[in-house]
């Protein structure tokens, strides 16, 4: 009996991008970040600020590490993640989001969180390409 040969990193990355439970985790962090977002919008949260801003950041961490094993399912040709449309689109949202929001920015800041609801269009994209008709 032959013993399998191990997946390579790029493999794993891809297998585990592709996953219900990763995709899942994601959406589910996209809408909290909405309904976050919203709260923070409509209501006086100033009290929770620090755990808003703390909320915020930590998902970023996440989004970032997405993007990271996103890219990395798609290597070693990483040019084939950027081919579609809905990648390049997630990659520019989580890289425009790390942009420091001061001042004339910070219009930016909220521009690009709610750009991030956005996103998930892109995963249930992604998902309908991938799903058997």
Sequence with gaps: METPRPRSAFERCRAIAESDGFEGL???LLVANAIALALESF????RHDDAL???????????????????????????????????????GVVALSLVPMVGPLSFLA?????????????????RSRRSPS
């Excluded at 209501?43 to 100033?46: E, N, S």
């Excluded at 909220?110 to 992604?126: H, K, M, Q, T």
């Design 26 to 28: 994601i959406a589910t």
């Design 43 to 46: 209501l006086d949260m100033g």
């Design 53 to 91: 801003f703390t909320f915020f950041v930590a998902s970023q961490v996440v989004f970032v590490l997405e993007i990271a094993v996103r890219l990395l399912g798609h290597g070693p040709s990483f040019r084939s993640f950027f081919r579609d449309p809905w990648n390049a689109f997630d990659f």
């Design 110 to 126: 909220r521009l690009v969180r709610v750009l991030r609801v956005l996103r998930v269009v892109s995963l249930l994209a992604r």
